[in-house]
């Protein structure tokens, strides 16, 4: 997934279907992950598609002591250049009042 294609979709889902809500978040964790998001009325009902976007990991340093009981820290090395994408789908659920992650892998985008 890239962010061109990701803007095809969104583009096809707002032309199609009713939408609910579309915006952007960032959270600071993990590096800095942007997530990007569209709610819409589709024809399995209410969905959701998240498009995450996180800096690559580029090392991954542990610090540690030989002392018994001691703590580990993992510390991540982040590229300022490179990005990793993910999509999720999500569908709202009405019994239980909340979204469940449907597998992305099946759908044609």
Same mark, same amino acid.
């Given at each position: +997934?890239? %962010? &061109?294609?990701? !803007?095809?979709?969104? &583009?096809?889902?707002?032309?199609? $279907? @009713?939408?609910?809500?579309? @915006? !952007? ?11 990007? =998001? /569209? #709610? $819409? ?5 209410? +969905?959701?598609?998240? $498009?995450? @976007?996180?800096?690559? /990991?580029?090392? %991954? %340093?542990?610090? =540690?002591?030989?002392? *018994?009981?001691?703590? *580990?820290?993992?510390? =991540?090395? =982040? @590229? !300022?250049?490179?990005?990793?994408? %993910? ?6 659920? &009405?019994? #239980?009042?909340?979204? !469940? ?7 044609? $985008?």
């Amino acid at each position: +997934m890239t %962010k &061109e294609r990701w !803007q095809d979709i969104v &583009e096809k889902i707002k032309d199609n $279907f @009713s939408i609910e809500e579309h @915006s !952007q978040k960032h959270l600071d964790e993990a590096g800095g992950l942007d997530i990007d =998001y /569209i #709610i $819409f009325k589709g024809p399995l009902g209410k +969905m959701k598609l998240e $498009f995450i @976007s996180k800096p690559v /990991i580029l090392d %991954k %340093k542990t610090k =540690y002591s030989n002392r *018994i009981g001691a703590q *580990i820290e993992i510390e =991540y090395v =982040y @590229s !300022q250049t490179e990005k990793s994408f %993910k999509l999720k789908v999500f569908k709202w659920d &009405e019994a #239980i009042g909340d979204w !469940q992650e449907i597998e992305a892998r099946g759908f044609n $985008f």
